[in-house]
């Protein structure tokens, strides 16, 4: 602010005007311009933006919840599965920037295993059965398991079925099967009665056509709606296939752990092995030793060729020519199912019987 004074002596103030005082006014002013622009036109901006986001959604099939903030959009899918899709059909729309797209997390959905069918095996040989297979419940294997053993005596059944849950049930008399190994008798040798998939399959070697006969008859009061296949041979050697599905029919011959020292179940089973070569003289086979995934693979190599090896050994010692056996281990290289879980371990870990044609 100045003073001044004129020639009459009367003196004013002058008071210096702000230069920048009239630039805020018209800073405000333009901003206020803008502002009163902006939010319409934004409005309007985001308003198209969904709307044409929403009719690009809508024609693809997904129904979702669009909103905009500018050219930045938000969109709800209710699939996971739809979410890539959303993303690249508004991103495709002319005008986004960006989206986010939003969805529930995906549910993983448990792989559902199909069902298999009940099976079941009895080796009859000399008196004695050899029970396998695998059932959907223990009343299942108790009604096959006690009319075996009240047909031969307890002392003369090795029980080695198994209950799996995830097996059919069929219209089969399980308990009928005792009948069926009850007519093949005491003196069949390696007599097979194999239900699979409501068939009930017999083979082996019997004594006379009368037995035959009878065990067919007993098979099909136990099959009921199911089908009979009558393979036995009376008075002479099984085919080749027959005494492959005998020896396929025997329990998993088990040795110590880590060891190719037969357990006293696995020298029972090479004693059946050894039965049903003997009635097919024949007959050669070879002994396939495979391990689990367990160890280094040499080391499950060399674990499967002493395996295999003792079998051959074994049967060797209960009266089995030399030259009609032979024996190679596979080591891990051939898993029978895929996995490494203590149950896909104890179907890998196996030796097989492979007849030689």
Do not use: C, Y
Not at 176 to 193: C, E, H, M, N
Not at 250 to 266: K, R, Y
Request: hydrophobic fraction near 40%.
């Amino acid at each position: 602010m100045a003073r001044t004074t004129n020639t009459s002596g009367v003196h004013w103030e002058v008071r210096k005007r702000n230069p920048l005082i009239p630039i805020g006014v018209a800073v405000v002013g333009l901003a206020a311009l803008v502002f009163a622009f902006e939010i319409p036109h934004r409005h309007s901006v985001e308003d198209n933006l969904t709307d044409r986001t929403k009719v690009a959604l809508t024609n693809a099939g997904i129904d979702a919840d669009v909103s905009f903030v500018g050219r930045d959009g938000t969109v709800k899918v209710g699939s996971a599965d739809e979410k890539d899709k959303a993303r690249d059909l508004t991103l495709g729309v002319e005008g986004v920037r960006v989206v986010d797209v939003q969805a529930p997390p995906k549910v993983e959905t448990p792989e559902v295993q199909p069902r298999q069918p009940l099976s079941v095996k009895l080796l009859v040989d000399g008196g004695k059965v050899t029970l396998t297979g695998t059932v959907p419940a223990e009343g299942d294997r108790a009604k096959i398991a006690d009319a075996v053993k009240a047909a031969f005596g307890a002392e003369n059944v090795q029980d080695e079925l198994t209950v799996d849950a995830q097996r059919t049930s069929d219209d089969t008399d399980l308990a009928g099967l005792g009948g069926v190994a009850a007519a093949l008798g005491k003196d069949t040798k390696a007599g097979v009665v194999d239900l699979t998939d409501r068939v009930i399959t017999l083979t082996g070697s019997v004594a006379s056509q009368d037995v035959k006969d009878k065990a067919e008859a007993a098979a099909k009061t136990a099959a009921k709606s199911g089908t009979v296949r009558n393979e036995l041979v009376v008075g002479q050697a099984a085919a080749p296939e027959q005494v492959q599905t005998q020896l396929v029919a025997l329990p998993t011959v088990e040795f110590e752990n880590d060891s190719a020292t037969l357990t006293a179940q696995g020298r029972a089973v090479v004693e059946n092995a050894a039965s049903i070569l003997r009635a097919n003289p024949a007959i050669r086979v070879s002994i396939e030793g495979h391990t689990d995934l367990t160890g280094t693979a040499a080391h499950n190599q060399t674990l499967s060729e002493n395996r295999a090896r003792t079998v051959l050994d074994t049967l060797v010692s209960l009266g089995i020519a030399p030259d009609r056996l032979s024996s190679r281990g596979f080591g891990e290289s051939r898993p029978k199912v895929q996995g490494s879980d203590a149950a896909a371990n104890a179907v890998n870990r196996r030796v097989e019987f492979i007849v030689q044609q």
